[in-house]
C-alpha cells in the first residue's frame, strides 16, 4: 500500500470477534471508524455460506454493550431455542430443559442464527460507522518495529504499518506468531459434517442425539421457522480424513449415503431427514490446544483475540462466545488505560497498552480455561454415550437427575451466566472492594456438592437396580 500515514489500530481478521472488536473500540474508545482497519483474507461475505452458530447469553451481553440497536438486529436474524433436548438415536426423549434456565433476560435468551446473516449485521454495523473491511488481504508476517510501531505484511506484497495490531485471524493466526512463535494445534481425531436444511425441527429446540450404534453424536438446533442446522460428529483417524471442502454435489452425495447409514442402523428419520435436504455442507475437523499463557507483546502493541489465542470445540457452545467475551472485557480495558476511564482521547502508550493486555490476559487466560475444559468434557461425555450402553445409561439418568434439580445441565451455566461488565469492574477495583468473579461462596459450594453427592446417589441406586433385573 502506498499510504504513507500509519493506522491507529489494524484488525487482522473480519470474522465475529475482529468486527465486533472494531465496533467496540468505536464505542468505548471514541475511536473514529476511519482510524480502525480491518484486514480479511476472504474475497468477500456472500449470502447464504454455509455454517451457523448459537449464541447464548454472555455472548449476548457484548453485542447490548456495543448497540442494542445491533443486538435487536442479530436477534431478528436467528431464531430462539426456547428448548434444550436429549435423545436416543431412535427418537426416545431423555430429558428437556427450558433454555431460560441460563438467563432470565429476554433479549438475552439463546438463539441460532446461520453464521452469514450473523457476519452480515456486524458488517453493516461497521460499515455504517466508517469502518473500512479490506477484502483478499491475507495476513503473511507481522514485525514489531523499535519505534514502537507494527509493519504488518500481506500475500500479495505490501505492507502497513500500525500503533496497534489486534490478531483475530483464527487457528492459523499469523499474528500469533510474533507473540509466541509458529504454534500449531492438535487435531482432536474428531471430524464434523454439519449443513443446512430447509424444513422445520419436528420438535422445537436444540437437540443431542447420541448412538450407540453408528458410534457417533450429533447436534440439531433451528436457525428459522422452516430451517434447521445439523452437526454430525464421528471418529477419524487421520487429519485428511477429517477435512474438506465440500462441492454441493459432495456435499449432497456424503449427507444421503450418512441419512442411509443412519436410518439402517435404527435413527429416527427425524435425524436423517434433514440430511437428504442438505445444502451449504461443510467437513471440518475439530483441533485443539490448550489456551496460550501470553496473548500479547510485552508492549501491548499486538494482541490476540478468539481463535488465534484459543482454539474452541464446539460441544458446549461456546467458541464463538468466548471471543465475543474477549472483545467486551479488551475494550472496556482500553477505555480505562487508555482513554483515563473515557475521559481523554485513545492514546495507545505502551505503558497504557501493556497495563491494558496485563489485564486483559490476567482476566480472561483462567476463564477461558475454565470454560473450553468444559467443553472438552461435555464432548467427551457426548462421545462415551455413544461408544458405551452402560455409560451411556448412566449418563441418561445423570442427565435427568440434573435437569429436574438445576433447570438444564449445571455445565451450561457458568458459560451464559457470565456478566463481563460486572466482571472488569470488579477487577479494576481496588483490593478492598473487589470479589473474585465466578467464586461459589462457602454455603453456595456446600450446597452445589451435596446436590452433586445426592445426584450420584440417585444415578447409581437407578443403574444398580436396572442392571439386577437384567441379571434376574
Excluded at 31 to 40: D, F, P, T
Amino acid at each position: 500500500m502506498s499510504d504513507a500515514t500509519e493506522a491507529t489500530v489494524l484488525i487482522a481478521g473480519a470474522g465475529i470477534g475482529g468486527l465486533c472488536l472494531a465496533l467496540a473500540l468505536c464505542e468505548h474508545c471514541g475511536l473514529k471508524g476511519s482510524e480502525i482497519e480491518v484486514y480479511e483474507q476472504a474475497t468477500a461475505f456472500t449470502d447464504s455460506a454455509g455454517g451457523a452458530v448459537g449464541l447464548y447469553a454472555n455472548g449476548l451481553r457484548v453485542l447490548r454493550d456495543i448497540s442494542p440497536d445491533l443486538l435487536k438486529t442479530v436477534r431478528a436474524a436467528g431464531y430462539d431455542y426456547l428448548y434444550r433436548r436429549w435423545f436416543r438415536h431412535d427418537g426416545t426423549e431423555v430429558a428437556c430443559a427450558r433454555e431460560d434456565a441460563l438467563t432470565d433476560e429476554a433479549e438475552l435468551q439463546s438463539i441460532g442464527i446461520r453464521r452469514w446473516k450473523l457476519q452480515k449485521a456486524l458488517f453493516d454495523a461497521a460499515t455504517a460507522a466508517g469502518i473500512t473491511v479490506r477484502f483478499k488481504m491475507r495476513t503473511s508476517g507481522v514485525e514489531p518495529r523499535a519505534d514502537g510501531r507494527v509493519d504488518v505484511s500481506f500475500v500479495d506484497g505490501t505492507t502497513r504499518t500500525a500503533r496497534v495490531v489486534f490478531g483475530a485471524d483464527g487457528i492459523k493466526s499469523k499474528v500469533r506468531e510474533a507473540v509466541v512463535g509458529d504454534l500449531k494445534a492438535e487435531f482432536t481425531g474428531v471430524t464434523c459434517l454439519m449443513g443446512a436444511a430447509k424444513m422445520a425441527r419436528p420438535v422445537r429446540g436444540i437437540c443431542f442425539p447420541s448412538s450407540a450404534t453408528t458410534k457417533n453424536h450429533a447436534c440439531y438446533y433451528p436457525t428459522g421457522d422452516a430451517e434447521q442446522i445439523f452437526q454430525i460428529y464421528f471418529p477419524a483417524k487421520t487429519m485428511d480424513d477429517a477435512w474438506g471442502a465440500l462441492t454441493a454435489e459432495e456435499g449432497r452425495l456424503q449427507c444421503a449415503e450418512l441419512a442411509e447409514r443412519l436410518t439402517k442402523d435404527g435413527w429416527d428419520d427425524a435425524f436423517a431427514a434433514p440430511l437428504r435436504q442438505a445444502e451449504s455442507v461443510i467437513r471440518v475437523g475439530i483441533f485443539a490446544r490448550e489456551p496460550l499463557d501470553k496473548w500479547s507483546t510485552a508492549n501491548g502493541r499486538i494482541c490476540l483475540i478468539g481463535d488465534a489465542a484459543h482454539p474452541p470445540v464446539p460441544y458446549i457452545g461456546q467458541g464463538a462466545m468466548m471471543a465475543m467475551e474477549d472483545v467486551g472485557v479488551l475494550a472496556r480495558l482500553l477505555r480505562h488505560h487508555c482513554c483515563k476511564g473515557g475521559t481523554q482521547p485513545f492514546a495507545p502508550t505502551d505503558e497504557a497498552l501493556a497495563a491494558a493486555t496485563a489485564d486483559y490476559e490476567a482476566m480472561r487466560i483462567p476463564r477461558v480455561r475454565r470454560i473450553l475444559g468444559s467443553s472438552h468434557t461435555l464432548g467427551k461425555t457426548q462421545q462415551l454415550r455413544a461408544d458405551s450402553w452402560w455409560y451411556n445409561l448412566r449418563r441418561e439418568w445423570t442427565i435427568r437427575v440434573q435437569v429436574a434439580m438445576h433447570g438444564t445441565l449445571p455445565i451450561m451455566k457458568p458459560g451464559a451466566a457470565y456478566n463481563f461488565v460486572a466482571d472488569v469492574a470488579s477487577h479494576l477495583a481496588p483490593p478492598a472492594a473487589a470479589d473474585a468473579p465466578d467464586k461459589p461462596s462457602a454455603s453456595g459450594a456446600s450446597t452445589l456438592g451435596a446436590r452433586s453427592i445426592f445426584a450420584g446417589l440417585v444415578v447409581a441406586a437407578v443403574a444398580g437396580a436396572f442392571v439386577a433385573s437384567r441379571r434376574g
